[in-house]
């Protein structure tokens, strides 16, 4: 399929989410405000057409795999390297310039849309035939999910994320927002946003998050700071909820829960007025904050991290929920 769809769910509270199947990306997610004015709380380009010639990445979902892999080897493979000597986000054109086929389904109290894109073998470097699905489902209770499967004939590497920016409230920046992430690792990252070769406790850093702060104190903190913003992976606690977003200007609260193991954050540093979103401003730098939920960028390398290879006869799965709601 080569033609540009959109695709619109909305449950009986307002919320909807719109989604193109150009990178099975989320386009926006529109919802209440307290004053009850529907707000689209993730950066957007300024329409669907314009993702097909301007590649930022927002929304848009990941893979094979998310984030860097050194110098884009994987044993005897050496993956397309895109990004220097290293290999980031699938390649060149990876998911989030692929058209996938959409099937739409609704249940009793969801709907929703199931993506899926065959990858052929060699695609980007990859080996195997891989067959992924991505499909993001509204319930009526105000919370969605994006789940990833996948299922290849040869063994592979799969690591899927998807990569919307959040921005509760329509400023400029996310610097009033007041986060907090139950984790108590994380990883370092060096001069090219690659992990460290080991886990990092928090402890006494800047990157303990798990009290509520708000951004504009988070960010200015020495050891972020020195790494100008967050792009970093932390290691997610068994919880429910791991992370928390809320904005007291527009009074819009987000939890994040996934069964992936971390999660990449980051602010959004490198945004340089390079483009218009759909409010009709430029993006600068903090416009918002992405919440990469994955094993850590360059699992393949630190055994420790994660095993993101999938064989044939295996299944991957995971699933990430957001639920949205007022305070």
């Known amino acids: ?22 990178g099975a990306t989320l386009y926006r997610v529109l919802t209440k405000d307290k004053n009850g004015e529907l707000r689209n709380i993730i950066l957007s380009l300024s329409s669907p057409e314009a993702y097909l010639t301007q590649k930022t990445y927002l929304g848009a979902s990941i893979g094979r795999v998310a984030g860097r892999t050194s110098q884009g080897v994987w044993g005897a493979h050496q993956l397309e390297r895109n990004e220097g000597l290293n290999h980031l986000h699938g390649g060149t054109i990876g998911f989030e310039s692929r058209y996938f086929s959409a ?126 913003g967050l792009n970093h992976p932390f290691m997610l606690e068994e919880k429910a909820t791991q992370i928390h ?37 430029a993006v600068s730098p903090y416009a918002g904050i992405a919440f990469e939920t994955q094993f850590p960028p360059d699992a393949i390398r630190h055994p420790a991290f994660g095993d993101i290879q999938l064989h044939p006869g295996e299944k991957f799965h995971a699933k990430t929920s957001y639920q949205l709601g007022i305070f």
Do not use: W
């Open 1 to 22: 399929m080569t033609t540009l769809t959109i695709h619109r769910l909305q449950n009986k509270q307002g919320t909807s989410l719109e989604l193109l199947n150009y």
């Open 103 to 228: 099937q739409p389904f609704k249940t009793e109290n969801s709907q929703g849309v199931t993506f899926s894109y065959d990858s052929p073998d060699g695609e980007n470097g990859y080996p195997g035939n891989l067959h992924a699905e991505i499909c993001y489902t509204l319930y009526e209770d105000n919370h969605f999910t994006i789940e990833y499967t996948g299922e290849t004939d040869a063994t592979t590497l799969f690591n899927p994320t998807n990569h919307a920016y959040f921005n509760l409230s329509g400023e400029t920046t996310i610097a009033q927002h007041v986060l907090s992430v139950k984790s108590t690792a994380y990883l370092p990252i060096n001069a090219e946003n690659l992990p460290s070769d080991s886990i990092h406790s928090v402890t006494d850093t800047g990157f303990d998050l798990q009290s509520p702060a708000p951004l504009s104190e988070i960010l200015t903190k020495p050891d972020i700071k020195a790494d100008n």
């Open 245 to 281: 977003l809320a904005s007291s200007k527009s009074g819009i609260d987000l939890q994040i829960g996934t069964t992936y193991p971390c999660a990449v954050l980051y602010t959004g540093s490198h945004f340089n007025n390079d483009f218009q979103l759909d409010n009709g401003h």
